[in-house]
């Protein structure tokens, strides 16, 4: 058996034609463009270079594109006033802190501050509530965009068994909950898991998100699983080179699942795309617009 390649480029750039189509009704229909506003505290670097896609991305699909960027020493105080003023704000629909945050800045505080409804992150307590309860919030980007991925690869999920090894409150978690909403049997499988192998082998579909290196193996896999790979790491490649590879031994694993996402072009490109369908969902929300068709 060999693996079928779940392609997330080609979904994102789907994703992301069906969010400009509907941004450019949206503004037919109320005269200004959605707002998505990134505030970038520091110059680090990854983080620099994510926020240049993401401005480029929101851009392209028509979209607003702010940029706050504040020094590395701004203090906490001085952030919540930011996001405060950005939660006033009419013309901001979306707001999103990029993390990490500097030492002296308490993420989970900031996190707090924003606007639920504005939170295009899906971080905000209040929005892992409501994806806990069944209610409409935002989730996560990533996480949603591996359910986007899991239903366009097998259609209906109810009934498969679901392990995601990872419990971060970023993917693990509001992964674990979105599959109990798509019906799934779903656990969570982390570090002192005992015979963690022996939990994700009995697995239908299996959600790596724990941040090492080609962890999982072919042996952990139950023949024909869909395996969705969120992990990224950069190794040693040698001569001083390095390379992109996920928590999945992929060459390996794709011998043995039904169908599988590779790192690069996976669940990477989803992340931004969902972003930018969730800053959609956001000013339609907050303008009174139907959303229409055409955006998950």
């Not at 392609?7 to 707002?35: H, I, N, Q, Y």
């Not at 706050?68 to 001085?78: D, F, H, K, N, V």
């Not at 409150?169 to 674990?176: E, S």
Request: with cysteine; proline share 5%; net charge neutral.
């Amino acid at each position: 058996m060999t693996a079928a390649i779940i392609d997330g480029k080609t979904f994102a750039e789907e994703l992301r034609g069906r969010v400009a189509a509907l941004v450019a009704s949206f503004e037919a229909k109320t005269g200004r463009k959605p707002g998505l506003t990134v505030v970038l505290v520091g110059e680090d670097p990854a983080s620099a270079v994510y926020v240049r896609s993401k401005g480029k991305a929101t851009e392209a699909a028509g979209l607003k594109s702010d940029t706050i960027r504040l020094p590395a020493e701004t203090s906490q105080a001085e952030l919540l006033d930011v996001v405060s003023r950005l939660n006033a704000d009419k013309t901001v629909d979306g707001i999103l802190v990029q993390l990490p945050l500097p030492k002296q800045i308490n993420e989970n505080a900031i996190i707090a501050a924003i606007d639920p409804d504005k939170d295009v992150d899906g971080f905000h307590p209040v929005n892992a509530g409501r994806l806990a309860t069944g209610l409409h919030g935002f989730v996560p980007c990533t996480p949603l965009g591996c359910l986007m991925l899991l239903q366009d690869r097998l259609g209906d999920l109810s009934g498969k068994e679901a392990v995601v090894i990872g419990r971060s409150n970023i993917v693990g978690k509001p992964m674990a909950q979105l599959l109990v909403g798509a019906n799934c049997t779903v656990t969570v499988a982390h570090s002192k898991t005992r015979d963690l192998a022996e939990v994700v082998r009995r697995a239908d579909i299996v959600v790596a998100a724990v941040g090492r290196p080609e962890m999982v193996k072919a042996d952990w896999i139950k023949p024909g699983a869909v395996v969705i790979d969120v992990g990224i790491n950069r190794i040693d490649a040698g001569d001083g080179k390095t390379r992109l590879v996920g928590d999945v031994a992929f060459d390996e694993v794709a011998r043995v699942a039904s169908a599988i996402t590779p790192v690069p072009g996976g669940v990477g490109p989803m992340t931004i795309a969902v972003l930018l369908r969730n800053a959609l969902v956001a000013a339609c929300r907050n303008a009174g617009v139907p959303l229409g068709k055409g955006v998950i």
